[in-house]
């Protein structure tokens, strides 16, 4: 379906996101996905007016589908500012999103692994066993040693690595650049990536993205989704862990050694610190459990 066949206006408004409000193209997508999904659930017509009622009907079809509270907020924020961009440009006459009924949202306790868990992994990638091993220990070191998203590691260029203080810069939501340090294992097997086998790669892709796949061509999410998906299963870890586990696994290490919040904001590139704040809950169980561990009155107990 292209962004025609629904109404010139969607065209429209996916190149005022990009051209105006300078949102990254994974951004866009979502704003195109989430207008795709209404328009196939056959809200949207050609006109582009809706009822409350629509809106009320697909929330609670979102509903039926097992959709989380957080994601069908986010949905409906789309589309909320597609709305407002339509009324703004007189294409409807008012924004019904704005009278829309959302789940309550519930903070989670996002998943995350133990520290010997985040090691076991590291460890897999094997000289011997693994052919591109220098460059699947440097993806993982650096996935885990800068908390970064999986789009932000596959958009990282070469020159984007400072090694010589420690530090890479990252383009994370929005273009929005922030310089990350990223630690000392991560820094070694970044270099020896570079030096034994990216900078024989020059000869044969005019791409700077730091990691190519097995083509020289820049990873797509599910092929570097795949890569990092074989050492875990290698590890023999029981639950699941995506790419994004280790984000979270970075942030609740982090905070569980003392750093604060606004660090860690920084570090994960948060536009607001009531995003981290996610991670505070971890911090408290975590409190709970050393207080329980080394309390003279508490250790009486066992």
Known sequence: MSREEVNPSVSDYLQYLELECGLSQNTIAAYERDIREFTVFGKLKSDLAIRIKDVNSYIAHLLGLNRRPSSIARKISSL?????????????????????????????????????????????????????????????????????????????????????????????????????????????????????????????TESDCLFLSNRNEPFTRVGLWKVIKKYVKRSGLIKEATPHTFRHSFATHMIEGGADLRTVQELLGHASITTTQIYTQVDRDYLLSVHREFHPREKERK
């Open 80 to 204: 909320r500012n597609f709305y407002r961009y339509l009324r703004e440009q007189g294409v409807v006459e008012g924004n019904p999103f704005d009278f829309a009924r959302i789940p309550k949202i519930m903070r989670y306790h996002p998943d995350y692994l133990s520290v010997g868990e985040v090691e076991n992994i590291l460890n897999q990638p094997n000289r011997e066993k693994d052919r591109h091993f220098l460059r699947d220990r440097a993806v993982l070191e650096l996935l885990y040693g800068a908390g970064l998203r999986i789009s932000e590691l596959i958009s990282l260029k070469i020159s984007a690595v400072y090694d010589e203080i420690g530090f890479i810069k990252v383009t994370g939501k929005g273009n929005k650049e922030r310089l990350v340090p990223f630690g000392r294992h991560a820094k070694a097997a970044v270099e020896e990536y570079l030096s034994n086998v990216r900078e024989n790669l020059r000869a044969h």
